[in-house]
């Protein structure tokens, strides 16, 4: 009977990509760093599981709310992709609507290298990531980002905007935003209170966001996905249903954020010009021809009320 | 001093560690080694019974090979030389007890810009969490403090920079490196080990001259859910395991990509080995060797010994047969040479058993008097003096010695028992001879059987027959004596040399 081999590593599913171990006996070179990468998506992680676990807690580096934050944003297959995602585009909502929150959304800058010296200072700048923003190098800067009081966010290279590890211990008290549910931001397309009014607050921010990415394609890497995942944003936002906003009437707005050229959109704050018109989910205008005093109905959810 | 060092962090690690030492008992693995534990979770029961195993080696070896008394002279056995880090075996990055991340950095006194970037990175349970027992499946925070206590003035660290110091002046140096990718204290460390060490490799550049290898041991174990009821908030869970490898490798793969490990050792057993008990972590945390800790030992070895070239950044693998039990043959030691692993291993475990059941009764106490005219004391014995065993240094190896051949005993049967669980056995030992059944998972509950039969003896270790205990008997009585042995060392130098395989033809 002939004596196949098999390989000494974890349980992998049906159709994984993980090299064969040729024989026994001894250590053979499977690949580089990438392998790991095959290997993690080969893992037989049961389906079970994939759909029910809700964080990543394995990442063994103080930046891991970051790097975790990243690595689910940016690539498709990683079970967290989906809630980051969404978490993703609320936190940019959050910066395009905030002329229509109520809570000022502000935002302090931090450069690690500066920080006085004690131990938590030594800490988070003996290793920080890496970004292709900058070519490679470390983050320096970063910015904490606050709806009111709370902390909500950090504005950094990276990924632009990752949400607070905290945000789930404030579930109790009123969001931050309409589009926040038990301490995780949500799509905001998703959300029934956004207006077309707002859509459109919303595309406009996010057709600079492309334009301001897309000046920055060269350095690669990371940068044509978070390109990617704006412009399916925006798509999503137009498929939608925006509202014919005649002009964008820009807010004054301080935020101090990273001082490089791709945080310029988070510096843009909008509310959308209706030239008189009122546009509304709930306003239905009547049918044409009716004989009529009334211009349309106003829908009410009394529930709401 | 030695140019190699090897450091287990965390449970695994120390597990792997326990497997290395109990190899080098038995003549594998290099001549020279610096080894230490990491572990936050210092009264962890694998860690703590790895600092033991340290000690009792360092202890018999020290014994048996200090010139002017005992000495095994060149015997493979206990060969390798063991340098102890200048703080003891075990390091913990966090020294306080009852510390939490919040103490540990001073939070309520930080500013408030720097509370901010603790509460962005942290949870609030996560802060607060108590970490003597480690640090619970949140290698995030086992990173913070890793970071905080691996500085110029930490010990370790000091042991580790005077490594890279040789190595400026033409020493080749090899740092290994071996933690599991789940869990706290070793998932935490062990990358962050070794960014701080590949940056300090760099800054001075000795890329050339330091070479880091490290083994990552991927899911091979699974344990019972922790029962209902009280218990900390963040509890380990073994069902996670697969999905949250999963998240970390994604995160190792961008580290290896930037080549931080010169070579890198993958390792993990399918199905998952299943534990019996749950533990959330201290002194009861002590698992049963498996056999992925000793393939992790064999990875250490390759690297630090064998020395393999290649280009930087590989990551390499090992496999074993489908049919039959796992075997020697299947272990990863530079290929053929899995017999010469078997040879070593097999001639100091009937060595250990032809003492513990024949040499050390007749040695121990008073009774070496009962034996003195015997020909094989005169021979290996007397030109020490008449008295040589009695001696209170002689009784001393003997305790020593008894202590570590019976541990070593206890670990293989506890490993061949279960070591890559219930539906793959081990051949590597026929353990049914050498103890009685064992249902714990304490490798210190294994009950030796007192005495074996002469023909369980040469069929110790399988699959080929050993000398029988008369032929070890004649090789004590007849055979060659090494010149640079003496004492107490130079009557087990002879037994083991008597209990090699080689010895069935030459008796």
Redesign the interface.
């Known amino acids: 009977m002939s004596n196949t081999i098999k390989s000494l590593l974890p349980p992998l599913h049906d159709g994984h990509r993980v090299p064969a171990v040729e024989s026994r006996g001894a250590w053979q070179v499977l690949g580089d760093g990438d392998l790991l990468e095959v290997i993690a998506r080969g893992l037989n992680t049961g389906e079970k599981l994939q759909g029910t676990i809700d964080d990543i807690v394995s990442v063994p580096d103080i930046w891991a709310q970051l790097t975790v934050f990243h690595n689910a944003l940016t690539v498709e297959r990683h079970p967290l992709h989906t809630r980051a995602t969404a978490e993703w585009r609320g936190l940019l909502a959050t910066f395009a609507l905030a002329a229509y929150q109520s809570q000022p959304v502000t935002c302090e800058l931090v450069s690690l290298s500066t920080l006085s010296n004690g131990r938590w200072a030594e800490i988070v700048r003996r290793l920080p990531p890496s970004t292709d923003l900058l070519d490679g190098r470390c983050i320096d800067e970063i910015g904490l980002v606050r709806a009111g009081v709370r902390l909500i966010a950090f504005a950094q290279p990276l990924t632009l905007l990752a949400p607070s590890r905290s945000l789930p211990d404030f579930q109790s008290e009123p969001p931050s935003v309409p589009w926040m549910l038990n301490g995780h931001f949500l799509d905001p397309l998703r959300s029934k209170s956004l207006s077309p009014q707002e859509r459109a607050v919303l595309a406009h921010f996010l057709e600079f966001l492309c334009n301001d990415l897309g000046a920055e394609q060269a350095h690669g890497g990371d940068v044509p996905v978070l390109l990617g995942l704006a412009r399916s944003y925006l798509d999503d936002a137009q498929k939608l249903g925006i509202a014919q906003v005649t002009q964008f009437e820009p807010e004054p707005v301080r935020l101090d954020l990273p001082r490089m050229p791709v945080f310029e959109t988070l510096r843009r704050r909008f509310r959308g010009g209706m030239a008189g018109k009122a546009v509304s989910d709930c306003l239905v205008r009547m049918r044409s021809g009716l004989t009529t005093p009334l211009k349309g109905v106003v829908l009410v959810d009394l529930r709401i009320g | 001093v030695t140019s190699n060092f090897l450091l287990g962090l965390g449970g695994t690690g120390a597990k792997c560690v326990e497997a290395f030492v109990r190899l080098a008992t038995c003549g594998v693995g290099p001549d020279s080694s610096w080894i230490g534990l990491l572990d936050q979770d210092r009264s962890n029961g694998n860690t703590s019974r790895a600092s033991r195993v340290l000690s009792e080696y360092a202890e018999v070896r020290t014994a048996l090979r200090t010139p002017g008394s005992a000495q095994l002279g060149s015997s493979r056995l206990l060969s390798m030389a063991l340098e102890k880090p200048r703080e003891g075996w075990a390091w913990a990055p966090e020294e306080r007890v009852s510390a939490s991340l919040s103490t540990?950095?001073?939070?309520s006194g930080?500013?408030a810009?720097?509370q901010?970037?603790?509460?962005?990175?942290?949870?609030?349970?996560?802060r607060r969490m108590q970490l003597d027992e480690g640090f619970r499946?949140?290698?995030?925070l086992?990173?913070?403090l890793t970071?905080?206590s691996v500085?110029s003035a930490s010990p370790v660290w000091k042991d580790l920079l005077t490594a890279l110091q040789s190595a400026g002046h033409g020493v080749d140096v090899r740092v290994f490196l071996v933690a599991s990718?789940?869990g706290g204290t070793g998932?935490?460390?062990?990358?962050?080990v070794a960014?701080?060490l590949r940056a300090e490799i760099e800054q001075r550049g000795l890329g050339d001259q330091v070479k880091l290898g490290g083994a990552l041991l991927?899911?091979?174990f699974s344990f019972p859910p922790p029962p209902e009821g009280d218990g900390p908030a963040i509890r380990p869970n073994s069902?996670?395991f697969?999905?949250?490898?999963?998240?970390?490798?994604?995160?190792?793969?961008?580290?290896?990509?930037?080549?931080l490990f010169d070579r890198l050792?993958?390792?993990?057993?399918?199905?998952?080995i299943p534990l019996r008990h749950y533990s959330e972590g201290g002194a009861t945390q002590t698992n049963p060797p498996l056999?992925?800790e000793l393939?992790a030992a064999l990875?250490a070895i390759?690297f630090v010994q064998n020395r393999?070239e290649?280009?930087r950044?590989?990551?390499?693998?090992?496999?074993?047969?489908?049919?039959g039990p796992v075997g020697w043959?299947?272990?990863?030691?530079?290929?053929?040479r899995?017999l010469a692993l078997r040879a070593e291993v097999a001639a100091t475990v009937r060595m250990a058993v032809a003492w513990r059941q024949l040499y050390q009764p007749a040695l121990k106490g008073e009774q070496w008097r009962g034996c003195a005219r015997e020909a094989w004391y005169r021979r290996l014995l007397s030109q020490d003096g008449n008295g040589a065993a009695g001696t209170d240094a002689s009784q001393g190896v003997i305790r020593h010695a008894t202590a570590v051949f019976e541990g070593l005993l206890q670990w293989l049967v506890a490993l061949n028992r279960g070591g890559a669980g219930d539906t793959r056995p081990l051949a590597l030992i026929e353990d049914s001879r050498l103890a009685a059944a064992w249902t714990s998972s304490e490798v210190d509950a294994v009950r030796l059987n007192d005495s074996l039969r002469a023909t369980a003896f040469e069929s110790l270790v399988p699959p080929n027959h050993g000398p029988s205990l008369a032929n070890v008997f004649s090789h004590m009585t007849y055979g060659p004596i090494p010149s640079d042995c003496q004492g107490l060392g130079r009557v087990l130098a002879v037994l083991r040399d008597a209990c090699g395989s080689k010895q069935i033809e030459n008796f």
């Open positions: 540990s950095v001073g939070y930080l500013p810009a720097e901010a970037l603790v509460e962005g990175l942290f949870s609030d349970e996560e499946q949140r290698p995030a086992g990173a913070a970071l905080q500085t990718i789940f998932a935490a460390a062990f990358p962050t960014r701080l991927l899911p091979y069902a996670a697969m999905m949250q490898a999963r998240g970390a490798l994604e995160y190792y793969s961008r580290l290896q990509s930037q080549k050792y993958v390792i993990g057993n399918d199905p998952l056999l992925p393939v990875a390759d393999p290649g280009d950044g590989t990551v390499v693998a090992a496999g074993t047969g489908t049919n043959e299947d272990l990863p030691f530079a290929g053929v899995s």
